[in-house]
């Protein structure tokens, strides 16, 4: 697929169903799933939470480029989800295109609030307004995933069924749509950006 993986990559926000979406599409394609996170999490042999808390969310950062770049240099085809926040840094950007097909599910603060709502296994929304942090932080975000998105599926209010029919769609026609390499990803890199 024009020099890129052939994977399919879930970004979004946190509580916008990458995780549960990647299951029932792996189901569905019979395609592996994986989430980076939880990756992570069983190489580390401690949680996310434990991550954040013993060695810093720079650490934690590190910890996703260097996944990314392992899993880029993969040949076998599966279905990830990522954290997130992995799309902020713009190494990453590149890694998860490099990947393959990325499938950006996007949500309102809402809706990812409502879902969110009393976790305790999100380090960044442990705070007194989760809702106000949703928002700024989805403010921060949304450029960095509209930019690594091949496709953009709205998940508020959209059954589970036509979420996974769009993603399908995508799928079936993924070397029109990933049409940026990795080469083309890299030639941007380091334009103002936040690292
Ligand atoms: C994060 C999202 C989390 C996890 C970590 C940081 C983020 O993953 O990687 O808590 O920065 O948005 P999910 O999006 O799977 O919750």
Same mark, same amino acid.
């Given at each position: 697929m024009n020099g890129r993986g052939d994977n399919i990559v879930?970004?979004?926000?946190?509580?916008?169903?990458?995780? #549960?979406?990647?299951?029932?599409?792996?189901?569905?394609?019979?395609m592996p799933v994986e989430d980076t996170d939880k990756l992570i999490e069983r190489r580390q042999g401690i949680s996310i939470s434990e991550?954040? !808390?013993?060695?810093? /969310?720079?650490?934690?950062?590190? =910890? /996703? #480029?260097?996944?990314?770049?392992?899993?880029?240099?993969?040949?076998?085809?599966?279905?990830?989800?990522?954290?997130?926040?992995?799309?902020?840094?713009?190494?990453?950007?590149?890694?998860?295109?490099?990947?393959?097909l990325v499938v950006y599910l996007r949500a309102r603060p809402e809706t990812l609030y409502e879902r969110l709502q009393g976790d305790t296994t999100r380090p960044l929304l442990q705070c007194e307004n989760p809702l106000a942090r949703i928002r700024e932080l989805l403010g921060e975000r949304q450029a960095a995933y509209a930019e690594c998105a091949d496709v953009t599926v709205d998940v508020d209010d959209?059954? =589970?069924?036509?979420?996974?029919?769009?993603?399908?769609? !995508?799928?079936?026609?993924r070397d029109a749509l990933a049409k940026n390499t990795f080469e083309d990803e890299r030639l941007t890199r380091g334009k103002g950006e936040k690292t």
């Open positions: 879930l970004i979004g926000f946190m509580g916008s169903g990458k995780t #549960t979406v990647g299951l029932k599409l792996s189901y569905r394609l019979r991550i954040f !808390a013993k060695e810093g /969310e720079d650490a934690f950062r590190r =910890m /996703e #480029t260097e996944l990314l770049e392992e899993i880029g240099n993969q040949e076998y085809q599966r279905i990830f989800s990522v954290g997130g926040g992995t799309p902020v840094r713009q190494e990453n950007r590149a890694l998860l295109k490099r990947c393959g959209i059954p =589970m069924e036509e979420i996974l029919e769009q993603i399908t769609d !995508a799928w079936d026609q």
